[in-house]
C-alpha cells in the first residue's frame, strides 16, 4: 500500500479493529461522543478531477476541498457535535447523495 502512495498505512491486529468496531458502534447509539475542538461535515462525494458543481444546485454550502491523496471532496455544513452531524445526514441521502457519511473537516484541511 505504501507503494501505492498510501504513505500513512500500516498493518493492524484483529484486536485494534474489534475495538474500533466496538467504538463506532457505541458512538452510533449515543453512547459515546467526540470531545475536543472537532469540526464534522458530511462528505457527499468524492472523485479524482473536479465535479460540476451544478450536481450540488440542490445543496446549500457545498464545498470542494482538493486533498493531499489528489481527491476532490465535495462536503457541507460544519457541525460541533457528532450527534448534529449524524442528525444533518439523513436529509443529504435521502436528496440523492446515498454514500454520504460524516468525516472530521479538521482532518481533511489541517493536513
Do not use: H
Amino acid at each position: 500500500a505504501k507503494e501505492k502512495g498510501f504513505s500513512d498505512a500500516y498493518i493492524v491486529t484483529q484486536y485494534e479493529i474489534n475495538n474500533e468496531s466496538k467504538s463506532l458502534i457505541e458512538s452510533s447509539q449515543g453512547i459515546r461522543q467526540p470531545s475536543g475542538n472537532k469540526v464534522y461535515t458530511i462528505q457527499l462525494k468524492a472523485a479524482r478531477k473536479p465535479l460540476d458543481m451544478k450536481e450540488f444546485r440542490n445543496i446549500e454550502g457545498v464545498k470542494e476541498i482538493l486533498s493531499d491523496d489528489g481527491f476532490y471532496r465535495y462536503v457541507a455544513g460544519e457541525y460541533l457535535s457528532f450527534r448534529k452531524a449524524r442528525t444533518a445526514l439523513t436529509p443529504y441521502i435521502k436528496s440523492g447523495f446515498g454514500d454520504a457519511f460524516i468525516r472530521e473537516l479538521n482532518l481533511l484541511i489541517n493536513k
